[in-house]
């Protein structure tokens, strides 16, 4: 079965830091593009940040610019989102999904989503 899991998610104080895995089972995470997106309680999905099958390309939101890292190790099948300097508006469910294109418009056209993991961010 071909799927897509993050972890890493957790309770975390501001100015914290976490790194979010997704990890690919059942096809080669390399082939496709990554895009991380976030939904908080009572709000739309939204991009965070998308990253080239190579890792070359790189995009990332203005809310997140500076403080946010992705990065991906093919031989790993896995892609990771480096989150520092976390604030409380950082709280939502963090979902990985994959596409053979880099960061499409339309997000329902990924292939595959991970299931999410929660991040929250509170003193």
């Known amino acids: 079965q071909s799927q897509l899991v993050e972890s890493g998610g957790g309770l975390v104080q501001p100015g914290g830091s976490l790194r979010l895995s997704c990890a690919a089972s059942?096809?080669?995470?390399?082939?496709?593009?990554i895009g991380w997106f976030r939904q908080a309680p009572g709000k739309e999905r939204e991009g965070v940040s998308c990253i080239s099958r190579s890792g070359r390309s790189i995009n990332y939101a203005d809310s997140v610019k500076g403080r946010f890292t992705v990065s991906r190790d093919n031989t790993k099948n896995t892609v990771y989102l480096q989150m520092n300097s976390l604030k409380p508006e950082d709280t939502a469910v963090y979902y990985c999904a994959a596409d053979t294109r880099f960061c499409p418009n339309d997000i329902h056209t990924y292939d595959y989503w991970g299931q999410g993991t929660q991040v929250t961010v509170s003193s």
């Open positions: 059942g096809f080669t995470l390399g082939y496709y593009a």
